[in-house]
């Protein structure tokens, strides 16, 4: 049992260390990309080659509003639970970037269309309650959303917050709107939880964090809203 409990300890580890990995070269890439646009974007004005960027520009414009054409899937449905208690959405999950404000049907949402920014999620500890339509960005990237109210034990909090600051793809937050103390968000799915000593707590980081459910996977955790 020791051995097995080891090897899966090992397993999440290495996991971890795999998305830190992937952050980091997806950081690396952004940087080099944004030097390399600025640069042909400089030359391109020196050489009087503005209408070429424009060109490029129109293009991107009408590509982006493409894309936000076909992802305008409007939200419909509930969250059922199973026997477990796990509740998952049944119905569909919009995912247009909006600048409106989104009135979601469960507090805290798991996806639905959201803001263009997303919260940091790399291991993020908010002290404050977050933007909604940011935080749902957030579970589009595959991120693990811990939220609490008022109810929940301090020493609990305190557990969660240094487990989740050792966990990329995931943030907290208190959320004073929820029922329950102490909640679970993924995309698609959510589950109440006792306390920071609750099993279901691992299982679901274990599951959830960068899981199957994830509509960008690998998508970014870092860069975006940091209050």
């Not at 899966?8 to 997806?26: L, P, T």
């Not at 960027?53 to 419909?76: H, L, P």
Request: one cysteine or more.
């Amino acid at each position: 049992m020791g051995s097995a409990k080891n090897q899966s300890n090992a397993a999440r580890k290495a996991r971890i260390e795999e998305m830190r990995r992937a952050e980091r070269v997806r950081e690396r890439r952004n940087r080099i990309l944004t030097i390399v646009a600025s640069s042909v974007v400089v030359a391109g004005l020196v050489v009087g080659g503005v209408f070429v960027v424009q060109s490029q520009a129109d293009k991107a414009e009408a590509s982006d509003a493409k894309d936000k054409k076909d992802d305008k899937v409007k939200t419909a449905g509930k969250l059922v639970a199973d026997k477990d208690g796990l509740k998952t959405w049944k119905g569909t999950l919009g995912r247009t970037h909006v600048t409106e404000p989104v009135k979601y049907p469960v507090e805290p949402p798991v996806g639905g269309d959201h803001d263009r920014v997303w919260m940091n999620c790399n291991g993020d500890v908010y002290t404050k309650a977050v933007n909604n339509m940011n935080a749902v960005h957030s579970l589009e990237h595959g991120a693990v959303w811990v939220t609490y109210n008022s109810k929940a034990p301090k020493a609990d909090v305190e557990a969660l917050a240094a487990k989740v600051k050792q966990t990329p793809y995931t943030l907290m937050s208190p959320d004073d709107g929820q029922q329950d103390p102490i909640v679970l968000s993924a995309w698609g799915v959510q589950r109440t939880v006792t306390g920071a000593k609750d099993p279901n707590v691992g299982k679901f980081f274990e599951t959830y964090v960068q899981g199957k459910q994830t509509p960008e996977p690998g998508a970014a955790c870092t860069g975006g809203m940091s209050e």
